[in-house]
């Protein structure tokens, strides 16, 4: 069974950057897509980034693009999304997830697709 467990949220002042961490468990990030989402109170959750198991292909909304960036290392089992310029409409609950695409260049920012759910890295991004 697979298990992700997110780090490196926290308060960072606006314009500032964070970069978190999910890591897995349980099994390869060779065989998963990974993807973040994020969930703001009182909304539901959003896609931020995905990348496909190959590590080839990746997906970035409007609203984070050009200032989120997701990566991945093998070695370490791990996924990263970097995050710069950070506004107030960041602040949110963020989730890795994982789950087996039908080819290893696919992701997607749909949530219902993912299977495997870390337990989520709370980022507030407040003066």
């Known amino acids: 069974q697979l298990q992700l467990v997110e780090s490196g949220g926290g308060l960072v002042q606006p314009g500032g950057s964070l970069t978190l961490s999910c890591a897995a468990s349980g099994g390869t990030l060779d065989d998963f897509a990974i993807g973040w989402f994020r969930q703001a109170p009182g909304k539901g959750r959003e896609g931020v980034s995905c990348i496909s198991s190959s590590g080839s292909n990746t997906y970035y909304p409007d609203s984070v693009k050009g200032r989120f960036t997701i990566s991945k290392d093998n070695a370490k089992n791990t996924v990263y999304l970097q995050m710069n310029s950070l506004i107030p409409e960041d602040t949110a609950l963020y989730y890795c997830?994982?789950?087996?695409?039908?080819?290893?260049?696919?992701?997607?920012?749909?949530?219902?697709?993912?299977?495997?759910w870390g337990q989520g890295t709370q980022v507030t991004v407040s003066s």
């Open positions: 997830a994982a789950f087996v695409g039908p080819t290893y260049y696919y992701c997607t920012g749909s949530q219902k697709e993912y299977d495997y």
